[in-house]
């Protein structure tokens, strides 16, 4: 009667037991009230003030490419960092399992026969039967203990590794922005390459017909070699970018390969052939910095493990105080296989409540806790760090991607006036009112500015896509679950 009081005033106490150790609370991290860099974004790029959910999950989708957007499934599909991101959820969840497994008693079944020999004297009697001075002994029982988590040791240690879990699944969506951006990177600068050697081919047959029109000059004797030369000198100079050019297309399709988890041979076949830059969209969902805590993965990992490594602190305060632990025993005993079932005769059980309180331990526990207080610093320290980074990338990209049209504008206004330059220049040159000299300038000009503007152009859709990333756009694309729950 007394051990049932006992075990049942365990219970209410582990009911309505505290969990030691500091309770978690969010932290509070003041953000400004809008970009700063958003007062350099341009009207014909004007910026949206409120974050269109719609446009920020599939931000790709703005560029109106269907290849890009094929791309992208197939990343989503089968890139091997997600595959880890997933396994790694997964990990986080069974830990999740285990920390929560010493809340429910445990149990184990034992199974025993025993076959002795010995005197009755040296066996001092006992209840066991001899024949011949041989002894049996069959045994079946079932074992339990259970340690009452009366000051919360184990409930805080759930705690952390929920909070695992949730840093775990916050990192596969950090995992998959980055994948998403590296995608439409990679594929900008694909298309890069490749109008940048369409540009090149376009201007080598403009340069070799100018060196053709000057050989025949100087072959009617109008002109000296110096202009021949200068001519196939500066022909051979362009064509020398292209093989540049080629090998470095190749390359984004290599790095599409590995991000695709695909062999680049079976990405060449459809990439291969040029396309353009897509546009970029007219509007960007820029949104408001206090959004970007609850939008940014990085942000919400970090606070997860903040929130993990403050529940540690519980989970180390905890050892500080007593564990409770009850065991118990039942089975039944008899030295003869027929009477195993005769219960009456051969039932046996045990209930042993016990109480374990660390007397001396070198200071081991005291110091596991201000380990944990330390973690936990860092942990809020490397959390508002995170907050403050978001912060930068975003001003940050703002600010490029309008300084970027600014200069796309600039480069545009330039080769409208090298290709009026070419033509004057060639036409006075033919005249006889211009020396060569003006040629070769005007043409260069025009091939470095064509070229400017083709690289440009691709810069001002690789700052949107990190601008994209900065707010944290993408990782509601796919909302992965682990198997189980």
């Known amino acids: 009667m007394k051990s049932r009081l006992w075990l049942a005033a365990l219970l209410l106490i582990t009911a309505l037991g505290c969990a030691v150790g500091p309770d978690y609370r969010p932290p509070e991290v003041k953000v400004p009230e809008q970009w700063d860099g958003q007062a350099v974004v341009t009207p014909d790029h004007p910026s949206k003030t409120a974050a269109d959910p719609v446009t920020l999950v599939e931000w790709w989708s703005a560029f109106n490419d269907p290849t890009l957007s094929a791309l992208v499934e197939m990343a989503i599909r089968s890139n091997l960092d997600l595959v880890q991101a997933e396994a790694r959820i997964r990990q986080a ?238 089975g039944i005993s008899a030295d003869d296989l027929t009477r195993v079932s005769n219960l009456s005769t051969s039932k046996f059980w045990s209930f042993s409540p016990s109480v374990t309180w660390p007397v001396f331990a070198g200071g081991r526990i005291r110091w596991n806790i201000k380990l944990q207080d330390a973690l936990q610093e860092e942990a809020l320290a490397l959390y508002e760090k995170t907050v403050l980074t978001a912060l930068k990338d975003v001003d940050t990209a703002l600010v490029a991607y309008a300084k970027e049209q600014e200069r796309r504008r600039s480069l545009t206004e330039a080769v409208a006036s090298n290709r009026q330059a070419v033509d004057l220049a060639m036409q006075l040159y033919l005249a006889g009112r211009t020396d060569f000299l003006n040629v070769l300038t005007a043409e260069r000009n025009l091939f470095v500015n064509e070229d400017a503007l083709v690289q440009s152009t691709r810069t001002l859709a690789t700052n949107l896509v990190a601008l994209y990333k900065a707010l944290g756009g993408g990782w509601e694309k796919t909302n992965y679950v682990p198997q189980g729950g």
Do not use: C, M
């Open 93 to 330: 969840r069974a830990a999740r399992g285990v920390a929560g497994a010493p809340l429910l008693p445990q149990a184990s079944a034992t199974a025993l026969y025993q076959k002795s020999q010995g005197s009755s004297e040296a066996a001092g009697g006992g209840a066991i039967a001899t024949v011949g001075g041989v002894r049996e002994l069959f045994q079946v029982g079932l074992d339990a203990s259970w340690e009452i988590d009366i000051f919360g040791g184990t409930r805080r240690n759930i705690e952390a590794a929920t909070a695992d879990l949730r840093a775990a699944v916050e990192d596969r969506r950090d995992v998959l922005i980055i994948l998403l951006g590296d995608v439409a990177t990679n594929y900008f600068n694909l298309r890069g390459f490749q109008q940048q050697t369409v540009i090149a081919k376009k201007n080598l047959e403009t340069q070799k017909k100018t060196a053709r029109i000057t050989r025949k000059r100087f072959e009617a004797g109008f002109i000296g070699r110096l202009d021949v030369a200068n001519a196939d000198a500066q022909a051979a100079t362009t064509e020398a970018v292209i093989p540049i050019l080629e090998s470095q297309a190749r390359a984004a399709i290599y790095s599409l390969g590995v991000l695709l988890g695909r062999q680049p041979a079976v990405l060449e076949q459809d990439l291969g052939v040029t396309s353009p830059i897509p546009p970029t969209p007219p509007q960007i969902p820029v949104g408001l910095p206090s959004d970007l805590t609850r939008r940014r993965p990085d942000i919400r990992r970090a606070e997860a493990r903040l929130h993990a490594a403050t529940a540690r602190i519980g989970v180390a305060t905890a050892d500080l105080f007593p564990k409770f632990n009850i065991t118990g025993t039942v």
